[in-house]
DNA sequence: TTCGGATGTTAATAATATTTACATTTAATG
DNA sequence: CATTAAATGTAAATATTATTAACATCCGAA
């Protein structure tokens, strides 16, 4: 009874509520669906929803779950196709992080966004943030082959994820060039990421 | 006519409406106060606001453009504290900006959220966003003192507006520090910010 | 003075989230 | 195998808000 939907219980209803909000917030591109249109796309009434999640905002959380594996997968993805240790590897990562920002912006800002349970999360951050730990690595990486062992990896990547998150959020809101139109949000996060390691780690630029 | 209160009009409910509902934002931390308390708030009744915005989509970008423009005063301040031109002026514009985060989060993303109304916004960039220009004349300053005259400053004071941008969001959601709770936000911001102008202009570190 | 438009009012209307009361199913227990 | 409590669904309320409708008042121009 682990797949049914031929009788009165669902049997995944969890999980199938979850797939049914990201797929009304990538056809919409917002968070307001309604409950009631998840509830039906999953085949089931207004109310059974309230059996699994107390309110929207909990099933917003289990969304968000998703997308932040989903991040992580592409990162694992992302590092994979590029030599280990490499400026291109970091750099591609980069791009990677603006492209979802843009392609994905309420799956990205629902990511970030408080909803009241850091408490909650910093429990999961080990099973959900794979997706930081792999540029931690690549960073790590990278000092590594430019044999500087002084640096701290995890503050450096911290400072990197902070410019990529800074460009990114900044470009999915259109914002990045309000000020002047022929800025490029990639090539502005490719020199911030070159400046930043050659300032840090020394060569790079 | 321009401030009574005394009879059936207000006079002003326009601005009336947009400061109840900054106070009531305020009040709150959110975002979800409801139209009705605003008018109360105003001293009209519920329905009175349809009359000055479409609906409460509007009233929200008539508070966005009240807070950016306290942030753009705060700018104003920050920079008349310190010498033109010097590197503990910026990184004070970056702690002015992190304490805007923290302090008014709502407001803050509520600022630089897209709202659907991005050309509307790009008309009015130069009355609204003098913030922006004030970190433009410190990093030229900044570069003039520094006898760099190849650097394009509006470029650099983009990138160091995204790394400002990309802590203080993080860390307004409390996720700058999600992976080592040992990292300060003014600290990480002062040293990439001094690394980026170390990298670009010279000297700085 | 008088009339039209702007601005307010109160009383609907509508969309949603959420709860209630009742139904069905499952799974453990004797 | 029969029984039953817990889990999970359903349909029918409720409650909260935004928003609109229909009507009232006031201000300024002709």
Tied chains: 1, 2.
């Excluded at 503050?155 to 800025?183: P, V």
Aim: with cysteine; glycine share 8%; proline share 1%.
């Amino acid at each position: 009874m682990s797949k049914a939907r031929c009788s009165y219980h669902h049997g995944d209803l969890r999980n199938a509520l979850i797939v049914a909000a990201a797929e009304l917030i990538e056809r919409d591109g917002t968070l307001d669906f309604t409950m009631a249109e998840a509830a039906t796309r999953a085949g089931v009434s207004a109310a059974a929803p309230y059996r699994h999640f107390a309110d929207k905002e909990e099933l917003l959380r289990g969304v968000r779950e998703l997308a932040i594996l989903g991040l992580g997968h592409a990162a694992g993805e992302t590092v994979s196709e590029h030599p280990n240790g490499s400026l291109e590897g970091i750099l591609a990562m980069g791009h990677m992080y603006l492209d979802y920002a843009r392609d994905k912006h309420a799956f990205f800002s629902l990511m970030w966004e408080d909803r009241g349970d850091i408490e909650e999360r910093r429990e999961k951050v080990a099973e959900e943030h794979g997706g930081f730990m792999v540029l931690v690595n690549m960073v790590q990486a990278y000092c590594d082959a430019h044999g500087n062992t002084q640096v701290n990896s995890l503050h450096l990547a911290t400072q990197i994820w902070s410019m990529g998150h800074g460009i990114a959020t900044l470009e999915a809101n259109q914002l990045i060039n309000l000020f002047d139109r022929s800025i490029e949000p990639e090539a502005l996060l490719d020199q911030s990421v070159r400046t930043m390691l050659a300032g840090v780690v020394g060569a790079a630029a």
